[in-house]
Structures are given as structure tokens and as C-alpha cells.
């Protein structure tokens, strides 16, 4: 497993991208973000710059403070499709973009934990080994 690089990561973060972390799979080369947002819509503009300009594979977004119906505005990024549990009266909002492209299904299976917590489950393809 290779973690971003040290320069990578600062600008990561100093572009307000909280936190990133890069996994490279044997022949997949998939690449994983994390950003805790604290309300996207006052950092949108970010995270469309940071799509654009690094392209990578899945994002998984914490705190958006926003609803369903502003998801449909502020989760729609070309070449991404995105889930989302959006913010209520007890949390922030979660959601995933994944790049178009990617194989997966939403897994339901952990609603019973009643939580801001998202699933998916992708295809790998023939290699399926992670490590």
C-alpha cells in the first residue's frame, strides 16, 4: 500500500482539503479521498478544483450540512455519481462520489445501526485481492 506523498497531502490541505489518502491497488490503481467539509455549499468551489484538477476515483465526504434536495445541487460533479444520507437533526450528512465508470451497488445492510453510515460494494473485476 503507498500513502500520498507528504507534499502531496500539504497541498492537499492547503487547498482545504482536510484529509486525502491515496490507495493503489495492484492493477486497479484506485485512489480514495476523505474530507470532513464542515457545509458544502461555503466549499463547493473546493472540492469541484480538487475533482478537476486530481481526479480521483472515490470521495468520501463528511459534515456537509445539507439536505436531499440541495444534494441534487451540490453532489452533481461531472463524471461522478454520488449517495448520500444527508443531514438531519442529529448529524453533519455523509456522502460517497464515485467516478463514473466504477462498478458498484449500495449495500443497505448496515441500516440497522441507525447511523450517518453509507455502503457500497464494488467490482473489482478478475483481480479481486486487495493486497
Given amino acids: ?3 500520498a506523498s ?16 491515496g490507495v493503489w491497488m495492484k492493477a486497479l490503481r ?8 464542515l457545509h458544502l455549499p461555503s466549499r463547493v468551489h473546493l472540492l469541484a478544483s480538487f475533482l478537476a484538477q486530481k ?3 472515490i470521495v468520501l465526504l463528511n459534515e456537509l450540512k445539507i439536505d ?6 451540490y453532489l452533481d460533479f461531472h463524471n461522478y455519481q454520488f449517495i448520500t444520507k444527508p443531514h438531519n ?17 449500495q449495500d443497505f445492510s448496515y441500516e440497522e445501526f441507525n447511523s450517518e453510515l453509507l ?3 464494488m467490482n473489482l473485476g478478475k483481480n479481486s485481492e486487495l493486497f
Fill in 89 to 105: 437533526k442529529y448529524g453533519g450528512g455523509v456522502a460517497i462520489l464515485i467516478k463514473e465508470g466504477i462498478e458498484f451497488i
Fill in 1 to 3: 500500500m503507498f500513502l
Fill in 30 to 37: 484506485l485512489v480514495i479521498t476523505h474530507w470532513n467539509c
Fill in 119 to 121: 455502503c457500497i460494494k
Fill in 68 to 73: 436531499l434536495s440541495e444534494a441534487n445541487i
Fill in 6 to 21: 507528504r507534499s502531496h497531502f500539504q497541498a492537499l490541505s492547503k487547498s482545504g482539503v482536510a484529509s486525502a489518502v
Fill in 55 to 57: 481526479c480521483p476515483d
